[in-house]
């Protein structure tokens, strides 16, 4: 007499699935650095978002199994190597390269519609009334969250955590950039150099930078958990009970994603009486000590190379984000895999 085999949940993982979710965890944190790409396509295009999102389910619930801890540590251990060999180099590209920057991340934001829209039901009132909350919910992130001209990051602990966990949710959602809901919340360029500053500080030995940086790394890592957490349960049952609204709520979060994206401003040095992550600034040798990543934007008047470059740009990432979109297969032709586990 044969013995049943064990569940799926017990089993193990093959050589390929293994493959599939180191490289789609690779791809996830390359595409949690730019914004515009989107973490949850990533999976899609690795063919692991199912397998992820089950095995996020999975602990949310309680329930431990060798598969899926497997799962999340071939995933993101490999995210969070990406993440940090190469934050730096994103960081400062966003810094001193705003224009060019933005330009490119609208393209890849736009390229990530299609794969949304092949995903959505029959569009009906559902699917519509989800698309305009959701280009509502984007409206009031890029102009109701306070002055455009204030500084790149604020950096407090609770605007730090609230940046995290909104950044931890979009990750796992197909189509939203977790980096540009970090772009919007004014974190991204705070974030992603204080992690280079931390990788730094390791390897100088550094401990005291090291802990500096960690008042801004700890909070965000905690947050992007509770998100993942909390998003990678919801979303199975968002998308088993409400797919149409749910589905026309993410695409208009990805649509009015463009919303926080105008290009054509530049970061300038605080000047003698403004304020900087709430501190006023009461001399020119207080406003010089100020990190080039906390300085407030202000808007400029593009050139006609400029205006024709980010049309260029941003034709250039449609193409790059529409292409890794169809390397979704069956997982990206049908996100509600994702709720099946």
């Not at 400029?300 to 470059?309: D, L, M, N, R, Y």
Request: one cysteine or more; aromatic letters at 8%.
């Amino acid at each position: 007499m044969t013995s049943a085999p064990p569940p799926e949940s017990d089993t193990r993982l093959g050589p390929a699935a293994s493959i599939r979710c180191i490289f789609g965890g690779v791809l996830m944190g390359l595409a949690n650095l730019v914004p515009g790409i989107s973490g949850g396509t990533m999976l899609l295009a690795a063919g692991i978002y199912a397998l992820l999102v089950g095995a996020i389910s999975d602990l949310a619930a309680f329930r431990v199994t060798r598969r899926s801890l497997v799962v999340l540590v071939l995933v993101v251990v490999p995210a969070l190597l990406a993440i940090v060999l190469f934050s730096g180099v994103a960081g400062r590209f966003v810094l001193e390269q705003r224009w060019v920057a933005f330009s490119l991340f609208i393209g890849l934001t736009l390229g990530g519609v299609p794969v949304l829209m092949r995903s959505l039901p029959p569009v009906g009132f559902l699917t519509v009334v989800g698309c305009v909350a959701g280009l509502v919910a984007m409206a009031f992130l890029a102009f109701g969250m306070g002055d455009p001209g204030a500084p790149e990051g604020g950096g407090s602990i609770t605007g730090l955590l609230v940046a995290g966990f909104a950044a931890g949710a979009a990750m796992l959602l197909p189509g939203l950039s977790g980096s540009y809901v970090l772009l919007v919340l004014g974190e991204y360029v705070v974030i992603l150099t204080t992690i280079d500053e931390a990788r730094a500080a390791v390897s100088a030995r550094d401990w005291a930078a090291l802990v500096a940086a960690g008042w801004t790394v700890l909070p965000v890592a905690l947050g992007v958990v509770l998100g993942i957490g909390t998003v990678g349960v919801v979303v199975r049952w968002l998308l088993k009970h409400a797919r149409a609204l749910t589905m026309g709520f993410l695409l208009g979060l990805l649509v009015g994603a463009v919303f926080g994206l105008w290009p054509f401003r530049m970061p300038v040095p605080p000047q003698v009486g403004t304020i900087v992550r709430g501190d006023l600034i009461e001399s020119v040798e207080q406003a010089e000590a100020v990190k080039a990543k906390y300085w407030p934007t202000v808007g400029f008047t593009p050139t006609a190379s400029q205006i024709g470059g980010a049309a260029a740009l941003i034709l250039v990432g449609v193409m790059i984000s529409g292409s890794i979109g169809l390397l979704g297969g069956r997982d990206a032709d049908d996100p509600e895999e994702g709720v099946r586990g």
